[in-house]
């Protein structure tokens, strides 16, 4: 059974229109991650919340925000979506931080967002 | 600086051959944690193993195998006896040990087993 849940798999979305992506988990991590993947290229960290506690990363456009109303969920909020935000973006958790106790990051199966 | 290369962009290998997939991590840190992730096709990215630097004992886990040399910063991946589902893009990633929790990834080998 998946742990790290991403709905939709697909999303279309038109240039500027706000699009949420969703993030759910069974595991009862305290870590969830959002990562932009392009093609061809490795995950990039956007941000995570560590419970409630939001980290941003440095590089993160401000188009980009978070909201994680429980332990289980955490969603993507696109404000403005432009083309360049074509892309697969993931879901991960962890129990604790990478870089704590060496804990994995287990990923969802992706949401592939185009931008027409 | 902490980095990770992955020099094979892409590898293609006829099944049931062998193949291995090279890591090669730069770190300053003196306690640092490898992984292995494989992306297939459809877009999820599978944990595969996970390697903290006190420990440089060797790993086989079926038809997987991986090899870490501290001495050479290498964290090199062996399929053995390859099969076509096998076939993925591999990401290599260093975790930091600093207040900053990214995973450093590398950028991947695609590798594509051929029947």
């Known amino acids: 059974d998946a742990m790290v849940i991403q709905n939709p798999r697909y999303q279309v979305t038109q240039f500027g229109k706000p699009v949420t992506l969703s993030c759910s988990q069974t595991?009862?991590?305290?870590?969830m991650y959002w990562y932009q993947q392009k093609s061809s290229q490795a995950p990039k960290l956007l941000f995570h919340?560590?419970?409630?506690?939001?980290?941003n990363e440095a590089d993160t456009p401000d188009n980009f925000q978070s909201r994680r109303p429980n332990t289980s969920f955490c969603f993507l909020d696109i404000r403005s979506p432009g083309l360049g935000d074509a892309a697969m973006y993931l879901c991960a958790t962890s129990r604790e931080r990478a870089g704590h106790s060496n804990q994995p990051q287990h990923f969802g199966d992706g949401t592939r967002l185009s931008i027409l | 600086a902490q980095k990770v290369t992955q020099a094979q962009t892409e590898i293609s290998v006829v099944e049931k051959e062998d193949v291995t997939l090279d890591c090669v991590y730069e770190t300053r840190d003196t306690t640092y944690y490898l992984f292995w992730y494989k992306q297939p096709p459809s877009g999820e990215l599978v944990f595969l193993i996970r390697r903290n630097s006190f420990d440089e004992q060797n790993e086989i886990s079926g038809r997987y195998s991986w090899n870490f040399q501290k001495s050479t910063s290498s964290f090199n991946f062996t399929i053995t006896a390859s099969q076509v589902v096998d076939s993925a893009v591999y990401f290599c990633?260093?975790?930091?040990?600093?207040?900053?929790?990214?995973?450093?990834w590398g950028a991947g080998t695609k590798l594509i087993i051929k029947p």
């Open positions: 595991l009862n991590h305290n870590v």
């Open positions: 919340y560590y419970d409630k506690d939001f980290n």
């Open positions: 990633a260093l975790s930091r040990m600093d207040s900053n929790y990214q995973l450093i």
